[in-house]
């Protein structure tokens, strides 16, 4: 089985501009043909998706895209997106709600989101090829938007393995893995900036996995950072941006990141293939020749920090990450 992860996508903004005028695949660029030799396809979604809503005061950025942009999940056969994140309530509980409605009724999972602290702590669940795919979602962004069993909201968890929280969320992965042959844990969490985890991700990381989680996928991050391999479980702590329409930092480059695919033999991970992209026009774009080798040498360097294997591929260029 295979299973495609990318980091955040963002179809507000320019991104919905663009998507009056063209084609509903269009974000994705030329990296679709990477996208359907896949089982499983899972990413953030970095905004609502909603014609209606009120922006909140509070913040400084709002992205939402229109409601007839699900169709450009749905031109990528994206299965499953963490809604627990920054974002998903700048548009009030009805910017929410309508996101979700919107996605249950086109079939795409969720999860991190929900009417309750419960609903928003459940897994969403994939049936591929007769094995049961989980996906758990928190983020440690936007406590006041938290869910309790008075009001909806996110999965919230401070990225501390003593709170009660974190206890709630590492009983959760026990519980869900029981009945899922591959569980993900999704992390939005940490700083915008640095291509290093903060400190304290990693024994949480490990927390997660020792708990039963078969993959960390981290987000949030403008930039990819490195990957390890614990226990012989993958930790991507950040997957990157993949879709967007922001500023390009020269010195940390946020418009890099990669397609990510896991294969797995039964239940367990074989090995992960890096495939690098570069956003250019409002698009996700396989990097070209001459972007791949920084791409890929910088995330080497990040993953050696952690002792874990690479080789670099040819044919296409990809970084295959040994498990």
């Keep these: ?6 980091g955040d996508v963002m179809l507000g903004r320019l991104v919905n501009e663009i998507l009056k005028q063209k084609k509903p695949e269009y974000p994705w660029g030329d990296t679709l043909p990477v996208f359907k030799k896949v089982d499983l396809r899972i990413c953030n979604l970095e905004c609502v998706i909603t014609d209606t809503g009120e922006p ?5 950025f709002h992205f939402r895209t229109d409601q007839k942009n699900f169709k450009t999940l749905l031109s990528s056969d994206m299965g499953m997106v963490s809604l627990a994140n920054n974002h998903i309530l700048d548009f009030n509980y009805e910017g929410m709600l309508n996101t979700m409605k919107i996605l249950g009724s086109n079939a795409i999972n969720y999860a991190g989101v929900g009417m309750s602290f419960l609903e928003a702590s459940e897994p969403a669940i994939c049936d591929v090829d007769s094995k049961k795919i989980g996906l758990i979602a928190f983020t440690d962004n936007e406590p006041e938007w938290e869910a309790t069993d008075k009001k909806p909201g996110i999965f919230y ?3 501390d393995t003593k709170d009660a929280k974190a206890a709630s969320l590492f009983e959760q992965i026990k519980k869900v893995k029981k009945n899922a042959d591959i569980l993900i ?8 900036w640095g291509y290093e985890p903060p400190e304290e991700h990693i024994p949480f990381a490990h927390a997660i996995i020792d708990a039963g989680a078969d993959v960390v996928f981290g987000h949030s991050g403008h930039v990819f950072r490195g990957i390890e391999v614990y226990k012989n479980k993958p930790i991507l702590y950040c997957a990157g941006n993949f879709i967007d329409d922001y500023a390009v930092d020269e010195v940390e480059k946020n418009n890099q990141s990669f397609i990510f695919i896991l294969e797995t033999d039964k239940s367990s991970i074989k ?3 890096l495939y690098p992209t570069v956003i250019k026009n409002l698009q996700a774009n396989l990097a070209k ?3 791949q080798e920084e791409i890929i040498m910088k995330m080497q360097n990040l993953c050696s920090k952690f002792g874990t294997k690479t080789a670099w591929k040819e044919k296409p260029e990809f970084l295959e990450v040994i498990i």
């Design 1 to 6: 089985m295979r299973i495609l992860f990318v």
């Design 56 to 60: 909140i005061p509070q913040k400084t």
């Design 157 to 159: 968890v401070p990225v």
């Design 185 to 192: 844990v999704s992390a939005h969490w940490g700083p915008n």
């Design 271 to 273: 090995k992960i293939s």
């Design 289 to 291: 020749e001459y972007e």
